[in-house]
């Protein structure tokens, strides 16, 4: 079972910071997931909001910054936590927003060409299945992952349509009746955000593929 660092090991240190992915490593993750946007010169920048005022000190939008003042501010960009990372664990990357789609493709691709990367090193989530589709139709050969937290849409045939690595529920949706069908139609299943003790428990003995966690040290 994957051990995958929620935003790093957001519960020991700010959330999808160097500090907190470095923590997660330290921890023995088999992958971390962290979120992307943009910054106001192209640059992905690692930050969940698309504003900058609950996980800063400063105020606006990310995309009306540049990576320099965004980066004084403790937001690293993404090629700085592949670096980091250095192939030792899988980098989940959840797209907040379409605006960071392109320029994330980009730079992976550029790794890959380069040969300091390949594609099974990253897995590409998102709630925005808009987003999901249109990589999909781009067959770069990047797993895929559809991230959902209720069930208004049907996400598994969603992800036999795009030809899914894995689903990402909410774990409150989950009975061990819906991981074993899950499972059974080939998919990996790695819930999200799952900190408590009894709910790890239950979901590990309902063999889930992985845990998405804040304390990745419980899993």
């Not at 500090?19 to 979120?35: N, T």
């Not at 930050?47 to 009306?64: E, K, M, P, W």
């Amino acid at each position: 079972m994957w051990k995958i660092g929620h935003r790093g090991a957001c519960g020991y240190a700010a959330e999808n910071s160097i500090a907190s992915f470095q923590k997660a490593l330290d921890l023995g993750v088999d992958a971390l997931e962290l979120d992307v946007n943009c910054s106001a010169d192209g640059t992905v920048m690692v930050i969940h909001d698309a504003t900058l005022d609950r996980t800063t000190n400063s105020h606006g939008l990310v995309q009306t910054k540049t990576s320099a003042e965004l980066k004084t501010l403790g937001i690293p960009t993404l090629l700085e936590v592949i670096e980091l990372v250095r192939r030792r664990v899988i980098i989940n990357i959840e797209f907040k927003s379409k605006e960071a789609m392109m320029p994330t493709l980009s730079l992976l691709n550029q790794r890959i060409s380069e040969g300091k990367n390949s594609g099974s090193d990253f897995l590409l989530s998102s709630f925005d299945w808009d987003i999901l589709a249109e990589i999909a139709a781009m067959n770069l050969g990047f797993p895929l992952g559809v991230l959902y937290e209720d069930l208004q849409k049907d996400p598994i045939v969603f992800a036999q349509n795009i030809h899914a690595y894995s689903l990402h529920p909410d774990y409150k949706l989950l009975t061990f009746e819906t991981v074993k069908s899950i499972q059974q139609k080939g998919f990996k299943i790695y819930p999200w955000t799952v900190n408590a003790l009894e709910d790890i428990e239950r979901l590990k003995s309902w063999q889930v593929d992985g845990i998405i966690s804040d304390f990745p040290d419980r899993l």
